[in-house]
């Protein structure tokens, strides 16, 4: 089956600590995106990815970094840098930038909690 | 700047009923394109229907209908006979940047709950 994945589900790190999420995707997509979720509010781009080996920051990129080293793969590593980092991260990825509708896709979810 | 508001926080609807969620936009884009998600309790956000700017007929897609008025810069979703499966939160969001990037700005969300 086609899809994208994201692991763990669950996340717990202490304060200070770098922590890395993965995102894979088989669905042959060019671009792949990162959002944040906090609660009761609307998703919120970090990083995106047109192509591999090329990303751009998103609205709220400090203290995040990514590499997109294969097509199927973009891992996010939230840096100690982040101030506020336990929310619902969310990966997500489309066809392309000008390939008609280019909708994206989000996988299940990393919910990050740093203690 | 673009902006997605969903002025309700949360609705309720009676099963087999039909339901419309409210999305007003705001952009100077010619170009855009407007979405609509479902997240459920689980978490992951499910794609539900698209509406691109010059589209004359508002999008369907099953039980799901975007009633696209561009004067007054709304995209409401409307959900018909609705199901229990239907609650969850939804997110309306508008695709910037006209075409150039992807990025996706997202309201804040509508959470519904459907009643037996």
């Known amino acids: 089956d086609g899809g994208i994945t994201q692991s763990p589900k669950y996340l717990f790190r202490k304060e200070g600590q770098n922590v890395t999420l993965s995102c894979e995707q088989n669905l042959n997509h060019d671009a792949m995106y990162w959002y944040r979720q906090d609660p009761g509010q609307g998703l919120r781009l970090i990083y995106y990815?047109?192509?591999?080996?090329?990303?751009q920051k998103g609205d709220i990129a400090e203290g995040y970094s990514v590499s997109r080293e294969k097509k199927e793969s973009f891992p996010l590593t939230v840096t100690s840098a982040q101030k506020n980092p336990t929310a619902f991260y969310l990966c997500?990825?489309?066809?392309?930038?000008?390939?008609?509708?280019?909708?994206?896709?989000f996988g299940p979810g990393t919910r990050l909690t740093v203690l | 700047a673009q902006k997605i508001t969903q002025t309700q926080p949360g609705m309720f609807v009676q099963e087999k009923e039909a339901v419309t969620l409210d999305c007003t936009y705001d952009t100077s884009d010619q170009s855009y394109g407007l979405f609509w998600y479902k997240q459920p309790s689980s978490g992951e956000m499910i794609f539900l229907i698209y509406?691109?700017?010059?589209?004359?007929q508002n999008a369907t897609e099953g039980r799901y209908s975007l009633n696209f008025q561009k004067a007054r810069k709304s995209a409401n979703l409307v959900i018909s006979a609705s199901q229990l499966g239907d609650s969850a939160m939804y997110f309306c969001a508008m695709r910037e940047g006209g075409g150039a990037t992807n990025k996706l700005i997202f309201g804040t969300g509508t959470l519904l709950a459907v009643q037996p």
């Open positions: 509406q691109g700017s010059y589209d004359e």
């Open positions: 990815s047109q192509i591999v080996n090329d990303f």
């Open positions: 997500a990825s489309s066809i392309g930038v000008g390939m008609g509708t280019d909708t994206q896709y």
